[in-house]
């Protein structure tokens, strides 16, 4: 069973930084592509940040030049470093996956249970 586990969310003052991490476990033969999702209270889930295997790193403009996404594929791992956040910020962030679990198999998409940011005024 492959699953992904965030950590680092919390409580951070406008202008500050937090750095989340993903961590994908379990049967994995390769990763095709990782990313960051957010949720705020009301509002539908929207991206913040993708990276697709030997491509570049995707934002959109809410969050291009202030969060940086990356990997470690040798721990299957993908990291978010948000810097200068707002507290528009604010919302539960959920790391997504696509994960091929053996050679020739489908790949799966797999979500993290999320983590809480919350960015004071």
């Known amino acids: 069973q492959v699953q992904l586990v965030e950590s680092g969310g919390g409580l951070v003052q406008a202008g500050g930084s937090l750095r989340l991490s993903c961590a994908a476990s379990g049967s994995i033969f390769s990763i095709n592509a990782m990313g960051w999702y957010r949720q705020a209270p009301g509002k539908q889930r929207e991206l913040v940040a993708f990276?697709?295997?030997?491509?570049?790193?995707v934002y959109p403009d809410s969050v291009k030049g202030r969060f940086t996404i990356s990997r470690d594929n040798a721990k299957n791992m993908v990291y978010l470093q948000m810097n200068s956040l707002k507290p528009d910020d604010t919302a539960v962030y959920y790391c997504?996956?696509?994960?091929?679990?053996?050679?020739?198999?489908?790949?799966?998409?797999?979500w993290g249970q999320g983590t809480l940011v919350t960015v004071s005024s």
């Open positions: 990276i697709i295997s030997g491509g570049s790193p």
């Open positions: 997504y996956a696509r994960i091929i679990p053996a050679p020739s198999s489908r790949f799966l998409e797999l």
